[in-house]
T-cell receptor
Framework: DAGVIQSPRHEVTEMGQEVTLRCKPI?????LFWYRQTMMRGLELLIY????????DSGMPEDRFSAKMPNASFSTLKIQPSEPRDSAVYFC?????????????FGPGTRLTVL | GQQLNQSPQSMFIQEGEDVSMNCTSS?????WLWYKQDPGEGPVLLIA?????ELTSNGRLTAQFGITRKDSFLNISASIPSDVGIYFC???????????FGTGTRLTIIP
């Protein structure tokens, strides 16, 4: 079975450029989560969707960040314009259900470097 | 706001040693999760605890949900090289999909 798929695995860009990270959740899962991991802040939730609807985006750092889930099998996290402090590993995770006790399956992450 | 403290921050042990780490929170939770992150990968769920006082094992891993519902510990017995990685606690409550991860315990095994 395919797990959560993220692309690209690595992204290097220059400050000011637009960055789009992509995620394909596990088929049948109805919740999707975007996390960011840095040494300073650890692993933090940015936004999550349930049935393609954004439920909580309180973790999104600022307006430069936006996320969409146009259908059950695809989500994007966009940063425009990117800044060096956005450098981090971005994870996508998915789960089935909404009780909070469902196992979240994480993708391999996208390592973003903004120069 | 909620405070979540995970300790120790890092551990350097020899193969075969036992490992113990814990998480404490300023808030009460009814679910405690423990995740492991291998180098270059995303976190993977190891153990889930749903009841105060619950003690659960998964192979060489044992985790307990504190009676106060504000803490949890994870033990690893007879460590092996593949135990290397970062271990995170992630408490939550039923009905809440949001996970708040602890700061992590980085486990290194010295040859």
């Amino acid at each position: 079975d395919a797990g959560v798929i993220q692309s690209p695995r690595h992204e290097v860009t220059e400050m000011g450029q637009e960055v789009t990270l992509r995620c394909k959740p596990i088929s049948g899962h109805n919740s999707l989560f975007w996390y960011r991991q840095t040494m300073m802040r650890g692993l933090e939730l940015l936004i999550y969707f349930n049935n393609n609807v954004p439920i909580d985006d309180s973790g999104m750092p600022e307006d430069r960040f936006s996320a969409k889930m146009p259908n059950a099998s695809f989500s994007t996290l966009k940063i425009q314009p990117s800044e060096p402090r956005d450098s981090a590993v971005y994870f996508c995770a998915s789960s089935f259900g909404s009780s909070g006790r469902e196992k979240q399956f994480f993708g391999p992450g996208t390592r973003l470097t903004v120069l | 706001g909620q405070q979540l403290n995970q300790s120790p921050q890092s551990m350097f042990i020899q193969e075969g040693e036992d490992v113990s780490m814990n998480c404490t929170s300023s808030s009460i939770f009814n679910t405690w999760l423990w995740y492991k992150q291998d180098p270059g990968e995303g976190p993977v769920l190891l153990i889930a605890l749903y009841k105060a006082g619950e003690l659960t094992s998964n192979g060489r891993l044992t985790a307990q949900f504190g009676i106060t519902r504000k803490d949890s510990f994870l033990n690893i017995s007879a460590s092996i090289p593949s135990d290397v990685g970062i271990y995170f606690c992630a408490p939550t409550n039923f009905g809440n999909e949001k996970l708040t991860f602890g700061t992590g315990t980085r486990l290194t095994i010295i040859p």
